[in-house]
T-cell receptor
Framework: DAGVIQSPRHEVTEMGQEVTLRCKPI?????LFWYRQTMMRGLELLIY????????DSGMPEDRFSAKMPNASFSTLKIQPSEPRDSAVYFC????????????FGPGTRLTVT | AQSVTQLGSHVSVSEGALVLLRCNYS??????LFWYVQYPNQGLQLLLK??????LVKGINGFEAEFKKSETSFHLTKPSAHMSDAAEYFC?????????????FGKGTRLHILP
């Protein structure tokens, strides 16, 4: 089975540009999570969806960040406009809402904003 | 609120020595507990999990962890470290029962293996 798929794996962009990160969860999983990892702040939960509905977006840093899940097999995290402090590795993870809580992580997208 | 504390952001052990990574949790309900490992330039992957069955949980790559309710601990151990164990390890907690699917991660412990 394919795991969680994220694209792109690396993104370098200039400050002020729009950035879109993409995630395809594991088939059959109905919860999806977006995390951000930096050296300074560690692993932070940004937002999570259950059955394509955002359940908790309290970790989204500010209005420049937005996330969507239009269907069960696709989600996007958008940053507009991007800033150098957004540079981080962004992970997507998914789980099946069966009470196991076991999350499966994608390989991450390394974002560099210059 | 549930939380985990990992003692030591960096731990160094010699190859062949015992690995002990410490995790203490706080939870108002019986918890599920997890250890995840992150190798360089990869996502996190599950090492093992405790879900209120046996208190000694065995995971992949020779790791195990023991749930101790009296100490609110879930320390990760491996009898003999291997160079390939060098990675970052995260402890995580979530309440059992009919709750949302979030799990709360600790800040991580980076394990260094000395030759």
């Amino acid at each position: 089975d394919a795991g969680v798929i994220q694209s792109p794996r690396h993104e370098v962009t200039e400050m002020g540009q729009e950035v879109t990160l993409r995630c395809k969860p594991i088939s059959g999983h109905n919860s999806l999570f977006w995390y951000r990892q930096t050296m300074m702040r560690g692993l932070e939960l940004l937002i999570y969806f259950n059955n394509n509905v955002p359940i908790d977006d309290s970790g989204m840093p500010e209005d420049r960040f937005s996330a969507k899940m239009p269907n069960a097999s696709f989600s996007t995290l958008k940053i507009q406009p991007s800033e150098p402090r957004d540079s981080a590795v962004y992970f997507c993870a998914s789980t099946k809402s069966s009470g196991s809580y076991e999350q499966y992580f994608g390989p991450g997208t390394r974002l560099t904003v210059t | 609120a549930q939380s985990v504390t990992q003692l030591g952001s960096h731990v160094s052990v010699s190859e062949g020595a015992l690995v002990l990574l410490r995790c203490n949790y706080s939870s108002s309900v019986p918890p599920y507990l997890f250890w995840y490992v992150q190798y360089p330039n990869q996502g996190l992957q599950l090492l093992l999990k405790y879900t209120s069955a046996a208190t000694l949980v065995k995971g992949i790559n020779g790791f195990e962890a023991e749930f101790k309710k009296s100490e609110t601990s879930f320390h990760l151990t491996k009898p003999s470290a291997h160079m390939s164990d060098a990675a970052e390890y995260f402890c995580a907690v979530t309440p059992g029962g009919n709750r949302d699917d979030k799990i709360i991660f600790g800040k991580g412990t980076r394990l260094h293996i000395l030759p």
